[in-house]
T-cell receptor, first 112, second 115 residues
Framework: AQTVTQSQPEMSVQEAETVTLSCTYDTSESDYYLFWYKQPPSRQMILVIR??????QNATENRFSVNFQKAAKSFSLKISDSQLGDAAMYFC?????????FGAGTRLTVKP | DAGVIQSPRHEVTEMGQEVTLRCKPI?????LFWYRQTMMRGLELLIY????????DSGMPEDRFSAKMPNASFSTLKIQPSEPRDSAVYFCASSHDRPENSPLHFGNGTRLTVT
């Protein structure tokens, strides 16, 4: 079974600084998709960024970017110029077919 | 687009009572998913539907749990009888056809507390 591991239960960053959240996954497949979701205190799950495994180029969305290392099965999220509104739980997710597996999450605190 | 709509936002009930959670997916989405989130187990997939038909319910914890999708715009998750260990946040999500490359769009969840 595919598993997703987020080894950092909590992280903190100073406002305007950069932070990287780690994620590793286990799979024997070559074709799959990876996602980062943000869950603020409002509880809503918000898609931050996604990466197709067949693409070598790392995905970027404004201040959010990923470092996708397929051979190492690593998928980290970098948040640049951190803002107070970035404070949330961040979940890494793996998807192949119709099943999506989530990591346990990393709680990000942004200090003013 | 109003997004995925779930109701109620909070539900408090006593052990043994029947609980029904409701979901309206995004119009045009062919897939609907029910997830449960707890501190201990994180996000777990319970069941998903394609074109209103249940495809995989292997994540449904017990026979006390049932889900239906009578039409493309409405789904329910029912727990009967409810138990304190069912306390969790239940999310509904929907996606376009070919969800393997389409992100899930989540509702705001229903926080269920069973006393």
């Amino acid at each position: 079974a595919q598993t997703v591991t987020q080894s950092q239960p909590e992280m903190s960053v100073q406002e305007a600084e950069t932070v990287t959240l780690s994620c590793t996954y286990d799979t024997s497949e070559s074709d799959y998709y990876l996602f980062w979701y943000k869950q603020p205190p409002s509880r809503q799950m918000i898609l931050v960024i996604r990466q197709e495994a067949y693409k070598q180029q790392n995905a970027t969305e404004n201040r959010f970017s990923v470092n996708f290392q397929k051979a190492a099965k690593s998928f980290s999220l970098k948040i640049s110029d951190s803002q107070l509104g970035d404070a949330a739980m961040y979940f890494c997710a793996y998807r192949r077919g119709y099943d999506m597996r989530f990591g346990a999450g990393t709680r990000l605190t942004v200090k003013p | 687009d109003a997004g995925v709509i779930q109701s109620p936002r909070h539900e408090v009930t006593e052990m043994g009572q029947e609980v029904t959670l409701r979901c309206k997916p995004i119009s045009g989405h062919d897939y609907l998913f029910w997830y449960r989130q707890t501190m201990m187990r994180g996000l777990e997939l319970l069941i998903y539907f394609n074109n209103n038909v249940p495809i995989d319910d292997s994540g449904m914890p017990e026979d006390r749990f049932s889900a239906k999708m009578p039409n493309a715009s409405f789904s329910t998750l029912k727990i009967q009888p409810s138990e304190p260990r069912d306390s969790a946040v239940y999310f509904c999500a929907s996606s376009h056809d070919r969800p393997e490359n389409s992100p899930l769009h989540f509702g705001n969840g229903t926080r269920l507390t069973v006393t």
